[in-house]
């Protein structure tokens, strides 16, 4: 079974509403990550987490809230969502020793 | 934060072939450098990684790392048509346990029949 799942897998939102992306993981990783990937720029980090209760911003954090309630569970928030954040949004967990990130399948957000 | 280069930015090979692609980063100090393999749709999956100077071989991937330079680079030996993929190039400065990785933008790998 997949050990990193998103939802949705697919979002169209309208500019200035709110949008939660939902990430699940069983690999029992502390460390997890929000990435967004864009033709030309690779995957860009947004934020990133350590453990349950924990947030730290990555190198593109503006516009985004994160939220790590879980050892399991890491969403990202967008509070006023904008046409410019029309991406394909990944989730990964980490685990410390070894350094790996696994992936989940992505979730593609359109902000019309 | 880590600047990662990959060149080149597309690369179309027959079966068969050696397939060479290359990274560039800016910190020597760095950690590790991981190659993740991505399929259309799907999200990336890590191939390999190197921590020490010098080659790495596993199965018909093959990883050179000079922190001198600041290069790495990723050899598929005997390409095949599943090969097809995005490859990106990962570096982790290792601070703290974070376990951060910076990501180049990636070459497109094409493998023809």
């Known amino acids: 079974e997949a050990a990193v799942t998103q939802s949705p897998r697919n979002k169209v939102a309208v500019t200035g509403g709110k949008v939660t992306l939902s990430c699940n993981q069983t690999?029992?990783?502390?460390?997890m990550y929000w990435y967004r990937q864009d033709t030309g720029h690779g995957l860009r980090l947004i934020h990133y987490?350590?453990?349950?209760?924990?947030?730290e911003k990555g190198d593109i954090p503006d516009g985004y809230k994160a939220s790590r309630p879980s050892q399991e569970n890491f969403s990202l928030i967008l509070e006023l969502a904008t046409p410019s954040q029309t991406s394909v949004y990944f989730c990964?967990?980490?685990?410390?020793?070894?350094?790996?990130?696994?992936f989940g399948p992505g979730t593609r957000l359109t902000v019309l | 934060q880590e600047k990662v280069q990959q060149s080149p930015e597309s690369l179309i090979v027959p079966e068969g072939a050696m397939s060479s692609l290359n990274c560039t980063f800016s910190?020597?100090?760095?950690?590790s450098i991981w190659w993740y393999q991505q399929h259309p749709g799907k999200g990336p999956e890590a191939l390999i990684?190197?921590?020490?100077?010098g080659n790495k071989k596993e199965g018909r991937l093959t990883v050179y790392l000079n922190r001198a330079s600041l290069h790495v680079s990723l050899h598929i030996r005997d390409s095949q048509p599943s090969d097809s993929a995005v490859y990106l190039c990962?570096?982790?400065?290792?601070?703290?346990?974070?376990?951060?990785?910076?990501f180049g933008s990636g070459t497109k790998l094409t493998v023809e029949p």
């Open positions: 910190n020597s100090a760095s950690q």
């Open positions: 690999n029992n990783h502390n460390n």
């Open positions: 987490s350590y453990g349950a209760g924990s947030t």
């Open positions: 990684s190197i921590f020490s100077n």
């Open positions: 990964a967990s980490g685990d410390r020793v070894l350094w790996e990130q696994y």
């Open positions: 990962a570096v982790s400065p290792g601070v703290s346990n974070y376990n951060v990785l910076y």
